[in-house]
């Protein structure tokens, strides 16, 4: 099988509202610098896949109005996935292994400041039995949160844990929202958002995009890129039903990790796509690996791009490995109600 | 390439509103229908493709993560596309790629619309902040570019109305078919209300509820089935806003035409093509398609209408099923083209059935005419 790198990423300085600025105004950076960083033009990128969503924006099309970020004349070859960028970057993964391509572009934007980003994500719900019992997104959460106090497999202890790492690990993270750790007295005195969920749990509302550029052996060899390999990738989705699923488990994940027969404790760096503290213990307990050594970049906790952030996981361990400060990582991405659907992806330099 | 192939094509009953199904049943309807004709069982289905044009549409965000279970996706991938209009053709060739990728070896795809649900022109009306809002909706938006192609062809007025009255003929032999109009004729089209000018009320397509599901398999999985061998596929986009981009004669379209040709070894596609299911949904686009698409030379495609050549038994027949112009859920839309053409040269297409079609095309378009997805399938591997 042919082997595939990641290249090259970029990501916006996170803001929690980026003003009037639209699609284009926040790709275009992203795009212009991942192709600086990798020495590429436009005219080398074979295949380009973006994700976005329509509901974000509040009007259709999002991702035409964003295709006017890059160069479309002459016609290039595009997609479009309605889902976080991560799974972008699978379709063009699999696009490059069919040999449609040697070199693609990936990007994910989202601009979420502009509506009430709680309440448009019960759009996602089953429109004839749960939508209509209007949960919020972070209702849902807090379900999750629930069930896990429950089992015995959470405390507040560890998403104080979860929040306190996401701000101190942020600090290091140039494109990261400050957020300010509360002391546990504040955090046990935060305003519930919606139980266990105080609005220290949750991410920010965040607005911003990101890219990335993977290419085949050949093509690096050919271009001088230094890769960092895609050694595993593969998603899973869950049952809808929030009542059919165990919600102290991620499913998916372990089903992936089964598949991927990758050794935990060997694993240098892990980024997880996980909204909310309690997202950060679960995903944490599922790698094996404690609450303050997930997430180096503080994760989406300290910014949280629709879209973008599981493409961004991906991105930050990548970083990670380039710059040789790790050999092995493991990306997660997620999206739907209580992590209902997750992609890995398992990342190796080359020793 | 790695081969693959269609073997199970579904579709629902198209109508303006399928009151009788849930979204979870009208889908459920079109994948029932292609596993049975595939001959494959449920755990034989690695990953599932779902597609489908604005979410707003039907209202729901993202709605391939509640329908998880009901396309049989739980505990499997499922990846979801959107690329406007061309989106089923797009998705039917995202699923393809999982085969051609080698990763899988059996992999449903669906793709659907319930328009019913909202109002489409208004859906297809974005405003944005800080633009001109256009509300024009997808007949508004295109009917200019179609008057250039008359201008530019000079082709006479009765064309559009011979490409309505011949796709709803066509549609009165399909039984799925959403438009039933058993005494069209041009005098019938002539005397409908103008809409956007040139179209008139009979030469838009139809706003329908419907899905189409098909299953796509490794040479492996199809061996000894009845299967259409996908010989090209392929995808273009170019910028709503691309400086020298020509809206009535889109390059991507024919760059996309030409790739799949090569990829099939087609050098004369009007001669090495038997038939062809072209996303036409007004009128004016069937000759403005066979000029894009290489079957006849520049400002001449309207003759091709005129002497009944994309007719069912013409040289290159275009719509057998009727088309987009007697059914149109939008999501759906180009995903029906391609199934038709695998239907075709199955053999399967029944009354409408071309005679000893081996080679088929299936197109489809969306945007401001700037987002294409076409392949051809073959009967023979």
């Not at chain 1, 991620?250 to 598949?259: A, N």
């Not at chain 2, 839309?333 to 081996?358: K, P």
């Amino acid at each position: 099988m042919k082997r595939i790198g990641i290249v090259g990423y970029s990501q916006n300085k996170i803001k929690r509202d980026a003003g009037s600025a639209n699609e284009v105004e926040l790709i275009m950076p992203v795009v212009h610098k991942v192709l600086e960083t990798t020495n590429l033009t436009q005219s080398h990128i074979d295949f380009t896949c973006s994700g976005s969503c329509d509901y974000l924006q509040g009007a259709a099309f999002a991702f035409v109005e964003g295709l006017n970020a890059i160069q479309t004349y002459p016609p290039i070859k595009e997609s479009h996935v309605e889902m976080d960028a991560a799974w972008a970057l699978y379709e063009s993964y699999l696009r490059i292994l069919s040999g449609e391509a040697e070199i693609a572009l990936v990007y994910g934007f989202g601009k979420s400041s502009p509506g009430n980003l709680d309440q448009i994500m019960s759009l996602q719900l089953d429109p004839y039995y749960v939508a209509p019992l209007s949960p919020d997104r972070v209702n849902l959460a807090g379900l999750q949160a629930n069930s896990m106090i429950k089992a015995g497999i959470l405390t507040r202890e560890e998403m104080y844990l979860a929040i306190s790492a996401a701000s101190r690990n942020g600090l290091n993270n140039p494109n990261a929202i400050k957020i300010d750790n509360p002391s546990w007295d504040e955090y046990l005195m935060g305003e519930i958002v919606s139980s266990p969920l105080t609005k220290f749990d949750c991410s920010p509302v965040s607005d911003g995009a990101s890219a990335m550029i993977i290419a085949t052996e050949d093509a690096c060899e050919k271009f001088n890129l230094s890769p960092v390999w895609i050694d595993k990738i593969g998603h899973q989705v869950d049952s809808a039903n929030l009542g059919f699923r165990d919600l102290t488990q991620v499913k998916p994940v372990s089903d992936l990790l089964e598949k991927f027969k990758i050794d935990l404790s060997s694993i240098d760096v892990i980024e997880s796509h996980t909204q909310f503290s309690h997202e950060v213990v679960l995903l944490s307990k599922i790698f094996n690996c404690s609450i303050e050594e997930i997430n180096p970049s503080g994760g989406p906790l300290v910014g949280n791009v629709m879209m973008a952030a599981g493409l961004d996981a991906i991105g930050h361990t990548f970083e990670k490995l380039q710059n040789h400060s790790a050999k092995t990582g493991l990306a997660h991405a997620a999206s739907g109600p209580c992590l209902q659907q997750n992609l890995l992806a398992y990342l190796r330099c080359d020793s | 390439m790695i081969p693959a192939a269609v073997i199970g094509i579904g579709q629902t009953k198209y109508d303006s509103k399928r009151r009788d199904v849930s979204m979870p049943g009208l889908i459920r309807e079109a994948i029932d229908k292609a596993i049975i004709q595939a001959g494959v069982e449920w755990q034989d289905i690695d990953a599932v493709v779902l597609g489908k044009a604005p979410d707003m549409f039907e209202g729901v965000m993202m709605p391939e993560l509640f329908l998880a279970d009901a396309i049989g996706a739980y505990n499997k991938p499922l990846l979801r596309v959107h690329t406007a209009g061309s989106v089923g053709g797009s998705t039917a060739i995202m699923a393809a790629t999982h085969i051609t990728s080698g990763q899988y070896k059996c992999v449903l795809t669906v793709s659907f619309e319930k328009q019913s649900e909202s109002n489409a022109t208004w859906a297809l009306s974005p405003k944005y902040p800080y633009t001109p809002h256009i509300n024009a909706g997808a007949g508004g938006y295109f009917a200019p570019y179609m008057r250039e192609y008359i201008r530019r062809s000079k082709a006479p007025e009765h064309i559009g109305w011979q490409v309505a009255v011949k796709d709803r003929r066509n549609a009165n032999l399909n039984p799925l078919a959403h438009l039933q109009i058993p005494n069209i004729d041009l005098e019938m089209v002539k005397n409908t209300p103008m809409l956007w000018e040139p179209l008139r009320y009979l030469e838009s397509c139809p706003s329908s509820d419907g899905a189409c599901a098909l299953v796509i398999a490794s040479k492996e999985v199809a061996k000894g089935k009845n299967a259409a061998w996908i010989k090209g596929m392929s995808i273009r986009s170019e910028g709503t806003l691309s400086a020298g981009r020509d809206e009535v004669n889109p390059l991507a379209g024919q760059m996309c035409a030409k790739d799949i040709y090569s990829q099939a070894g087609i050098t004369n596609p009007l001669k090495e093509i038997d038939c062809a299911e072209i996303y036409v949904p007004f009128s004016w686009y069937e000759p403005m398609w066979l000029e894009n698409l290489g079957f006849a030379e520049l400002n001449q495609g309207w003759k091709f209408t005129d002497s009944g050549k994309t007719e069912l038994s013409g040289e290159i027949p275009f719509n057998m099923s009727g088309g987009v112009l007697s059914s149109n859920p939008i999501g759906a839309s180009g995903m029906i083209r391609f199934g038709e053409a695998a239907l075709q040269v199955m053999g399967l297409a029944g009354e409408h059935q071309v005679d000893n079609a081996n080679v088929a095309m299936g197109h489809a378009y969306g945007g401001a005419a700037q987002f294409f997805a076409m392949w051809i399938v073959s009967s023979h591997q």
